[in-house]
């Protein structure tokens, strides 16, 4: 089987973090997001990958190809001349999405979830149509274009409501899908939306259905998703892998992820839902909750980081305290005793007075 994954451009939503790394190999549970899609669509007998992207930097190239390796798959860059949208990187890629009869899935790469590759492959395969889409449910649909199923045919779609004034339903598209290879027949090489697009030409066909996701789902492309996005992995990883989590006597509240090589003082307290990744530092007394801290950061004593992404190689001193949704790029310092609230912090500065409301620091 292939799979294509939608990469896009320069990750701006998770700037200050993406102009470091790029925006796949923002580690998200202490691997990189894309590791999560490659492993998953590998374990689902895919052998096809292919990033559709706009650029291609030489540090994915490489990192990938290790990947390749390890889960026995080849990945593929089809890179874009301008953006195609969501569809058309389907159309660019026909070559290999269309080289046999097989289908293929589609996923967005800001997409985190338990993804279910196989199930949907077996639902796919079984109602015969021409594509599905895996829908979540959630609880304020009228901020979503909202699935409406055909009253005779389980699943079947009969139309997409676009943030409906009047409840119609609760399931929204969630991002991923397996399609039919002429399916890219339907797509002109253009830019293109397969929401806005080419959904509809199948919907019309009676050709496109939708699976229903259980369990979590986020897309994490921006920090305060990115945030809660975690809060929803760890929280799964309880029920899935529940030997991956900390239960160090200094975790408070569950929900902790720690790489083996970080050092953490006996006496701080961290979680619930922190992630602390390798050869992080963290002191006495320090507290720290619903935050991801990167490699090689420190957090000194008695500092408090709550919802907070510590970038690479950062430093918050002590007696500091971040939180609401502060993002700290690589190499930033937090200086002792000062109060960082909703800040975006560029990275290499240096930050020794208060800011105490959303900003992004140059």
């Known amino acids: 089987m292939k799979g294509l994954i939608l990469v896009g451009g320069y990750g701006t939503r998770l700037r200050p973090l993406t102009l470091t790394v790029p925006k796949p190999l923002v580690e998200f549970g202490n691997r990189p997001m894309i590791l999560h899609q490659i492993e998953a669509l590998a374990a689902a007998g895919v052998t096809d990958i292919v990033l559709a992207v706009n650029y291609r930097p030489e540090v994915m190239v490489s990192t990938l190809k290790k990947y390749e390796e390890v889960y026995g798959v080849n990945i593929t860059f089809s890179v874009e001349e301008e953006p195609l949208g969501t569809a058309g990187p389907l159309k660019l890629a026909e070559a290999v999405l269309k080289k046999d009869n097989s289908p293929f899935f589609v996923l967005n790469s800001d997409v985190i979830c338990d993804y279910p590759f196989h199930e949907l492959a077996e639902f ?40 409906p004034v009047e409840f119609v339903g609760n399931r929204i598209n969630a991002g991923l899908y397996i399609l039919n290879p002429e399916v890219i027949d339907l797509i002109e090489m253009k830019p293109t939306s397969i929401e806005k697009e080419t959904f509809p030409i199948l919907v019309e066909q009676k050709q496109l259905y939708s699976f229903d996701l259980e369990g979590y789902w986020m897309d994490v492309g921006q920090p305060k998703d990115f945030l809660s996005g975690t809060c929803l992995y760890l929280t799964s990883l309880t029920k899935r892998s529940p030997e991956k989590l ?23 307290l961290i979680g619930p839902n922190v992630v602390i990744g390798p050869n992080v530092v963290v002191g006495d007394g320090a507290r ?75």
């Open 124 to 163: 796919h395969k079984a109602h015969g149509g021409a594509g599905t889409i895996v829908a979540t449910k959630v609880d304020e649909p009228s901020k979503y274009g909202v699935i409406v199923h055909d009253r005779d045919t389980p699943n079947l779609i009969d139309r997409f409501v676009e943030k």
């Open 288 to 362: 720290i909750q619903r935050s991801v801290l990167l490699s090689n950061s420190e957090v000194k004593d008695h500092a408090w980081v709550k919802s907070t992404i510590v970038g690479w190689n950062s430093r918050i001193g002590k007696w500091a305290r971040t939180e609401g949704v502060t993002v700290l790029g690589d190499d930033v310092e937090i200086k002792n005793e000062i109060y960082v609230n909703g800040a975006k912090v560029l990275p290499h500065k240096s930050i020794s007075s208060n800011v105490e409301h959303e900003s992004i620091i140059m």
């Open 246 to 268: 900390s239960h160090e006597k200094f975790v408070h509240g569950g929900n902790v992820l720690i790489d083996p090589t970080a050092k953490i003082h006996p006496n701080a």
